[in-house]
């Protein structure tokens, strides 16, 4: 019988995408390369040039992911998934944003991973809705995407995914509850006309009154959502920032390539610097998740230092992507300002990832409270 990994890199393989080497239940550092490399295979995302226009209708486009085990990433093992891996969901996201791939993977990510904790603490009474969304998650049947209620407890703005979504799972933070809604008529929607994205299509959402199943918040309710959108914003400002140091290779000025300049050199040394360093606290911040406490004490420890790492991971992130996205404009000159050119949807996507997580106000208030900044001032 495959294992759930084993299936990933069989699937992987049967679609030509070049993986070796053989993967366990656990990622290595070799796994999450050849995973790496299984999704850029699967996604085509080897370009010669930015793409100009982009297809947001991703059902038929997740469909090979889906096939690849992406939805069961954060899925129990015991009901077809890989268990909390929250390293390979990073990876994963990353190449998406790099790709400009218009799933909501991240939603439908943190959305399994906060019913699978509410299961877990239900024990063997759990509720069987949501024991059936998680199968169907894990198998690819039904994708849910993730969002939060508005002050007024009955709208949420920006759903990533909502036009298409099975399901719903909206973060209630006045009562700090789930607000599951898995049921014809639970909600209506209409797209967004607060995005700035073009690559992914989000819904404004209405909850009908009087539906949906509350849900216990767990520790992480939406930490998890916040990490894979850092990720997807890494993910395609790498993606423009080697797309720019080939263009200044290519470029001449002066009669040489204006990447020979030590202005220009300097300037992308630095972005990719900057890049690294976020990647690096993404990163972190999926091996504090990763972690397996073993005693209340250190359950709630480890809450804290995800916490932490995913304030600082997203602060980073929402304010260093932007800055570096908009330098890549000016580096490239004239063409990089172009529709055409498609630099600008990066630049849009990485806003919007800022807007999805919260704001970097908000990233920097978390921090501030995580190390007790607050209390004193």
């Known amino acids: 019988m495959l294992t759930p990994m084993s299936r990933l890199v069989r699937l992987g393989s049967r679609q030509g995408t070049g993986v070796d080497a053989v993967l366990t239940t656990t990622f290595a550092s070799d796994d999450i390369v050849a995973l790496r490399d299984a999704l850029r295979g699967a996604l085509g ?12 209708t991703w059902r038929e486009r997740w469909e090979p ?14 009901r077809g998934g890989f268990g909390l891996r929250v390293d390979a969901a990073v990876t994963a996201a990353m190449e998406l ?9 991240a939603g439908l990510t943190a959305s ?10 239900a024990g063997s009474s759990g509720d069987p809705v949501v024991g059936g969304l998680l199968d169907d998650i894990a198998a690819g049947a039904r994708i849910c995407a993730f969002g939060r209620l508005g002050p007024d407890g009955r709208t949420a703005r920006l759903v990533d995914g909502g036009p298409d979504a099975d399901a ?6 006045t009562r700090d509850e789930l607000l599951l809604l898995a049921g014809p008529g639970d909600w209506s929607g209409e797209p967004s006309r607060h995005g700035f994205d073009i690559t992914r299509t989000c819904a404004d959402v209405t909850v009908t009154a009087g539906r949906g199943q509350r849900i216990a918040a767990p520790v992480h309710a939406d930490a998890l959502y916040e990490l894979l959108l850092a990720a997807d914003a890494i993910g395609g400002t790498q993606r423009a920032l080697d797309h720019t140091v080939a263009y200044t290779g290519q470029r001449q000025a002066f009669g040489r390539p204006i990447g020979g300049f030590q202005a220009v050199q300097h300037r ?15 990163h972190e911040a999926a091996r504090q998740f990763d972690a397996e406490p073993r005693s209340q004490e250190q359950a709630l420890a480890q809450a804290q230092r995800v916490r932490r790492a995913v304030a600082l991971a997203s602060l980073s992130v929402s304010s260093g992507a932007g800055h570096i996205l908009h330098d890549l404009l000016q580096l490239t000159g004239a063409i990089g300002f172009t529709w055409e050119y498609g630099l600008h949807l990066y630049q849009r996507r990485v806003h919007q990832d800022a807007r999805l997580a919260a704001n970097p106000r908000a990233a920097a208030r978390s921090l501030a409270d995580t190390e007790g900044w607050t209390d004193a001032h």
């Open 112 to 121: 399994a991973h906060a019913l699978a904790e509410a299961a877990e603490a």
């Open 168 to 173: 719903l799972l909206l973060l209630d933070r």
């Open 97 to 105: 944003g790099a790709a400009l791939h218009p799933s909501p993977f």
């Open 65 to 78: 992911l889906a096939e690849l085990g992406l939805p069961g990433f954060c899925v129990p093992e015991a």
């Open 45 to 56: 995302t080897v370009w010669q040039e930015l793409p100009s226009t982009v297809e947001t």
């Open 268 to 282: 992308l040394a630095d972005h990719a610097v900057r890049v690294r360093g976020m990647a690096l606290l993404v």
